[in-house]
């Protein structure tokens, strides 16, 4: 062992037997008083190091106030972070900060102002807490404003150090008021009743009793709407804002007087109901709904001048599920409250939600529902197809109800128009029916018989007689002509755009108040007929190439007198045109045509035949039609659009398979023989089947009467569907070997830019060539629905029609579960590529229902109360919620130098089955706002949205799709 050597000086030299004890007496002896310290023996290190610190202490004891300050303010700059953290946490353990008066640790005008929220009676309360509460909750600033309220001011001028003057001003003034009970000044004053009968008086008591009852009905129903939307910190002594109306101008005074909430809401009541309680038929307030029979077909309609002008207000709801809903939105006139609403992931209460938060509690002459369906259904929600069959469960019975509610009553000329063809089927009229039997409003629909996509809605509708239709209320109809011509293409080609554009077309729906002013501009201007007149263009064209000629010094002033010049020879020209009684007629309905004409001839990509011309014609008309020409309309329809589709499957035929089997038989392949039976057998037996089919319908037609039948023809057509079913299996091997041949073999890639999308093949490609065949069906199913419609129950065409609509729709209904099979299996296959460690998602029935972004939360102390809680940010989370379970992710987003836009990137957390998944929600408060808790089994997260509405949609979705597994 090695001693200093201040202190081995000092030993002299020794023998090791001899002086080993010795050694040792004097190293322990030495090491007490030494800066030494042996760091290999923990028994002597321990020993050491508790002399030492009992020696420091006994120093520290000797020490004054300032050498102990001195001392532990050199020993702390010596510690480290943690060492600190540790006497920080001592000191918290032995004294508890939160717990101590916040009056004595705040400034003093904080304090103020956190009593300055409390009434008189509660300030008289606090004062008796302590002596820092009485002498604060006393103070001048705090009393003054709740006298001058009342008018109550000091008789004299307080002195500077004078204490709770208007606090005793206060309690003097409420104590020397004079009021009576309703008793004694009835006693003093007397009353204004006169003595009444007692029938007179059993009638009143009668009358009050139920107008109690009807009051408290609504102000239970009233305030749990309050509650359900006021944040829970608002005070509930004030009115609401959603109380105040113009037509009660009391209302907004309110909040100068100290009248409860319960006090407000009585008042507004017992005016509605007196108001309301004359028009009443009975006590009970029962209420008759129009019906709407069967043998009319256009409905019932009574017009009232006197009211169809109290509500002038329009809505549309627009579904996402609408091809290029975008283009429908923008076509929404100036002054329409438009709704655009998530098809999927949306509930039912969801969608009556928004419509109420758009109307603001206004009625609305109309509102229509721009949603995808058929003639027998509307396909308003994802798992909400609204039919004949479901119309009066509880929660669909509810909406349409409360909808109904919205809407003025057909009396003041109301309406609700479904822009789903369902005047054009017997199923459909029922829905009319039903609907306006539960609502006591009108229901409309369209009732022409038009294939094609949406063209339904451009064709006659159910109802009064229509100027120019429903459609023309609320858009713009050169722009829905445009869109429902494209429909099908724009679908397709909006899928990838939706995708990489959704934040750009979330930011154009903010900013709706532009889209307001251009449509504006667009209505009152007129820029459409404008733009579609040729002979104004041409006049200014010509106006332009004058003026360059002339080279005038003030060209605005020549250009006007040119187009004057124009205006007054064309103006002249038509006087010229004798105009007499006897051919106004047919000059106007030949005027009809031409504009009709031009309008279409100026955008040749909406070019039709002269049947469609005529139809636009006969839509401005509104001729009514009996069932043996609507049953012709029909039938015609129906060849016209199979010799079409005949015509389609030729194409395939004649620019594809010839050509190819040419080659073939010529030793110049293109392809194999194998790879065109397999791309085209299946097509071509389908051609050979509906060219018969054709040729029946021709045959058929050619001597057509009234008492002919066509079922037959489709019952013999339905039979032979499995040559259907073997083209739809094996669709996707088709499209593969497609892709294949194209990637592997030069020649018929070449082959293929050649011949797709020419004028040959209706500029469609292959691939949308072999797509007809699955589009066919719904046609088919429309058509027949309007013949069964405009046949006479005792036709002897009306059994087989119904066996050829029951096969069609059986069809259909396999095409359809195929096509929601493979569209699931791609979205979940999707899904796994997107998100980083992903779990296997393919399972059977598994499907997504809806995505919700949220930030994650984390509690900064949770001992603190419920509404002071702080919340800090630590990522952003991504919910992905299935059928079955919900799927939680990490969100990020990663930008690529020289790009506009983002990337969003995605990593698994973890997969919870709804079974076993808690919500709790999180009251807004101060410090957080649209919270809520996911509980699962092993841990939790608390989320919130960046907007309440998504809050609401979110957790009520959820919620329902919760139940519905748990009943699976």
Known sequence: MLLPRSGRKYFPEMSVGDSSQKTLEMESFHTRFSAWTPFSNKSLNRQLFQERVALISHWFDLWTNKQRQEFLFTIFLRCTKSQ??????????????????????????????????????????????SWPWKFLTEQDCLWMPKCIKFGWLLPYTPADKEYGAWKNHYIACVSSLEWLTPREAAATYGTLNEPKTEDEELQERRREKCLRKILWEK???????????????????????????????????????????GEVLERQLVLESLEALPK???????????????????????????????????????????????????????????????????????????????????????????????????????????GIKNLLKPEVRDFWEKLGSHVATEEEGGHVDLFVPLGASEAGMKVLSQLSQLTGTLFTAPTGIATGSYQHILSDWLGPPWDRGPPSIYFSESKLQTWSSLADFLEDTLKSVRKNLSPGFKSLQKSISDRLIGQFLFDSMSLANILNNQEISQALADGLMELSKKDSDK?????????????????????????????????????????????????????????????????????????????????????????????????????YVRPLRAALSSNRAILSAANIQVIFSDILRILSLNRQFLDNLRDRLQEWGPAHCIGEIFTKFGSQLNIYTNFFNNYPVVLKTIEKCRDTTPAFRAFLKRHDKTIVTNMLSLPELLLCPSRRFEEYLHLLYALRLHTPVGHGDREDLTTAIDQ??????????????????????????????????????????????????????????????????????????????????????????????????????????LSRLLIEDIPDSKYVKNAFILQGPKCEWICATEAEDDKLLWLSVLQSTIRSSMEK
């Not at 579904?319 to 006139?333: F, G």
Request: with cysteine; glycine share 4%; aromatic share 8%.
């Open 280 to 386: 009443r038929s009975s006590v009970s307030g029962s209420h008759c709904y129009p019906l709407l029979s069967k043998s009319d077909q256009h409905g019932v309609y009574k017009s009232n001048d006197s009211s169809s002008n109290a509500y002038q207000l329009h809505m549309i709801l627009i579904s996402t599920r609408i091809p290029a809903y975008e283009m429908v939105m923008e076509s929404v006139k100036a002054g329409v409250v438009a709704v655009v609403y998530e098809h999927s992931g949306v509930t039912l209460e969801s969608l009556l939600w928004l419509t109420e938060r758009a109307l603001q509690g206004r009625k609305a002459q109309s509102v229509g529902i721009f949603s995808d369906g058929d003639s027998r259904e509307i396909n308003l929600l994802q798992g909400y197809k609204i």
């Open 555 to 655: 060209p605005l002033e020549f250009l006007s007198s040119f187009l004057l010049k124009k205006c007054n020879k064309k103006r002249k020209d038509f006087e010229d045109v004798p105009l007499t009684e006897h051919d106004s007629k047919e000059t106007l309905d030949s005027f009809i045509k031409g504009r009709n004409h031009a309008a279409w001839d100026t955008k040749p990509h909406l070019s039709r035949s002269d049947r469609n011309v005529e139809a636009l014609v006969e839509l401005e008309r509104k001729l009514q039609r009996g069932p043996a020409e609507g049953r012709t309309r029909a039938a015609r329809e129906l060849l016209e659009s199979e010799r079409k589709f005949v015509q389609q499957l030729e194409i395939l035929s004649n620019v």
């Open 808 to 913: 069609m729709k059986k069809y259909k209904g396999h095409i359809d579960q195929m096509k929601e099979n493979i569209k699931m299996k791609e979205q979940l296959s999707d899904i796994e590529r997107t998100i980083w460690g992903c779990p296997t998602l393919s399972e059977v029935n598994r499907y997504l229902i809806r995505v919700q972004d949220v930030a994650q939360l984390h509690c900064c102390d949770e001992e603190v109360s419920f509404y002071l809680r702080l919340y800090e940010q630590i990522r952003d989370l991504s919910l992905f919620l299935f059928n079955d379970a919900l799927l939680v992710c990490s969100r990020g987003i990663s930008h690529t130098p020289f790009e506009r836009t983002s990337t969003t990137t995605y990593q698994f957390i973890a997969s919870v089955a």
């Open 219 to 261: 102000i239970a129903l009233r305030k749990k709407e309050l509650f359900r939307v006021r944040p829970p910190w608002m005070s509930g002594t004030c009115c609401p804002r959603r109380l105040k109306s113009k037509g009660q101008p009391w209302l907004s005074q309110m909040g100068t007087e100290p009248v409860g909430l």
């Open 84 to 129: 600190l953290r540790f006497v920080q946490d001592w000191f918290s353990e032995r004294k508890q900060v939160a717990r101590v008066d916040f009056s004595t640790i705040l400034p003093r005008f904080i304090s103020l102002y956190i009593f300055s929220f409390l009434n008189p009676k509660d300030l008289c309360a606090a004062a008796q807490v």
